[in-house]
């Protein structure tokens, strides 16, 4: 039997329609697992029950993150989807009590970061202008910057490297790290790139993209291996 991985579902918000990026299931497949892309509902007792159907959670990209969440006024110009905040940090609550994987990818890890108490840098290049390309141009499955793995984290231990070429497309990022959770990475400009949280089997957050880097890039897929492994 394949793990089945509980896939958040992406908002369009012109078409007001669910989406999907094939590369989140194709990732999962190819590392043995199935995803499966749940419908965006904000009932907790009904997102308690899919969420128990499943083997693990993975929280995908899209929106902003509401700075409600770690109490902030938002900046101009975010793009927010309350419906998907709800939901997905009622999976994760609902996922770490129960001890499921979690991998947070992009606004995963800043979903996760601030559902679990930690802020976010709501717009880098405002508050947070460097030299480092975090917002590149397509296809996305190249290069667009480096990070520092840490020594003695799960992503050291997997990759047994202490740098890893990335590719990149943010404009929030982890500012304050949320307790419970620990840097894995970090940019050379100093923004958090990778969280875990040592307290759990596995929930890891990383700020690039596997889900488009994952057919040519070895790290990708160890990361979608090492997540689907921990859902088995
Ligand atoms: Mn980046």
């Known amino acids: 039997m394949k793990p089945v991985i509980a896939v958040m579902p992406l908002w369009d918000d012109d078409r007001r329609s669910l989406w999907m990026l094939p590369g989140y299931l194709d990732g999962i497949a190819e590392a043995g697992g199935t995803g499966v892309m749940l419908p965006l509902i904000t009932d907790s007792d009904a997102v308690a ?24 006024e938002p900046f101009d110009g975010l793009e927010t ?11 994760l609550r609902l996922a770490l009590r129960e001890d499921k994987p979690v991998l947070g990818i992009c ?17 880098l290049p405002t508050q947070h202008p460097s030299d480092v390309n975090h917002h590149m141009a397509p296809p996305y499955d190249r290069v667009a910057h480096e990070v ?9 231990q997997l990759l047994g490297q202490d740098f890893l070429c990335v ?38 957050g990383v700020q690039w993209h596997p889900e488009f880097s994952f057919r040519t890039d070895a790290s990708s897929r160890a990361i979608f291996r090492a997540f689907v492994d921990a859902c088995r």
């Open 81 to 91: 989807c309350p419906a998907r905040d709800r939901m997905d940090a009622t999976a």
């Open 148 to 156: 520092r793995i840490l020594p003695g984290t799960p992503l050291h």
């Open 107 to 123: 606004r995963g890890i800043q979903l996760m970061n601030a559902a679990l108490g930690g802020t976010l840098w709501q717009d």
């Open 167 to 204: 590719n990149s497309y943010h404009h929030q990022a982890v500012r304050d790290v949320a307790p419970g959770l620990v840097p894995m990475a970090v940019s050379t400009d100093g923004l958090v790139e990778a969280v875990y949280a040592p307290d759990q089997r596995f929930c890891w």
């Open 49 to 72: 029950q899919l969420i128990s159907l499943c083997d693990g959670v993975l929280l995908t990209g899209g929106h902003d993150v509401s700075p409600s969440l770690y109490g902030q």
